[in-house]
T-cell receptor, first 109, second 114 residues
Framework: RKEVEQDPGPFNVPEGATVAFNCTYSNSASQSFFWYRQDCRKEPKLLMSVYSSGNEDGRFTAQLNRASQYISLLIRDSKLSDSATYLCVVNKSNYQLIWGAGTKLIIKP | NAGVMQNPRHLVRRRGQEARLRCSPMKGHSHVYWYRQLPEEGLKFMVYLQKENIIDESGMPKERFSAEFPKEGPSILRIQQVVRGDSAAYFC????????????FGPGTRLTVT
């Protein structure tokens, strides 16, 4: 089993739709969780950290379920500019982050 | 506050040559990470360094690859005797501390070996 698993993609979604990404992790001791986005041929950029209580930033909502070792990212009212690969990231130790393979999102007009 | 800087952005080397990739972390960050990304693949961890110390190099090939983060100056990823399979994007990231802090990435160096 992979340490961090994400939905295989790509997701093809019409503009304005809501899209949800799921991610599971294997290390129950993990304490830090993040979502990054990566545009084609660019560096990954931090989208949001994920907190136990869940957090929201505009159209983006992240949730954490420690019992199920599951993280989600919800994007509402999707825009063309949301097209990217979304990476789920979990800490393995006190310094090492484990990166999911990413889920590619394609927003269609 | 400048972000993570990497240079060069693009590097072309012939097989057998050496490649040197540089990374300057964000101001105030003392933790540096190097990743490699092949086309259409995910990020692969290579090495984690603090000033003058290699903390974890478990993701780095044992031969031809080395990394350093001197007391003064940028972190350097060095690839000796490059081969075609080394062609990839190499990203550097920095964080303010360890403890699973979020990492901030530089724009990457795209290495092409001809």
């Amino acid at each position: 089993r992979k340490e961090v698993e994400q939905d295989p993609g790509p997701f093809n979604v019409p503009e304005g739709a809501t899209v949800a990404f799921n991610c599971t992790y294997s290390n129950s001791a993990s304490q830090s969780f993040f979502w990054y986005r990566q545009d084609c041929r660019k560096e990954p950029k931090l989208l949001m950290s994920v907190y136990s209580s869940g957090n929201e930033d505009g159209r983006f909502t992240a949730q954490l379920n420690r019992a199920s070792q599951y993280i989600s990212l919800l994007i509402r009212d999707s825009k063309l500019s949301d097209s990217a690969t979304y990476l789920c990231v979990v800490n393995k130790s006190n310094y090492q982050l484990i990166w999911g393979a990413g889920t590619k999102l394609i927003i269609k007009p | 506050n400048a972000g993570v800087m990497q240079n060069p952005r693009h590097l072309v080397r012939r097989r057998g040559q050496e490649a040197r990739l540089r990374c300057s972390p964000m101001k105030g960050h003392s933790h540096v990470y190097w990743y490699r990304q092949l086309p259409e693949e995910g990020l692969k961890f290579m090495v984690y360094l603090q000033k003058e110390n290699i903390i974890d190099e478990s993701g780095m090939p044992k031969e031809r690859f080395s990394a350093e983060f001197p007391k003064e100056g940028p972190s350097i990823l060095r690839i000796q005797q490059v081969v075609r399979g080394d062609s990839a994007a190499y990203f550097c990231a920095s964080s303010p501390g360890s403890g699973g802090d979020e990492q901030y990435f530089g724009p990457g160096t795209r290495l092409t070996v001809t």
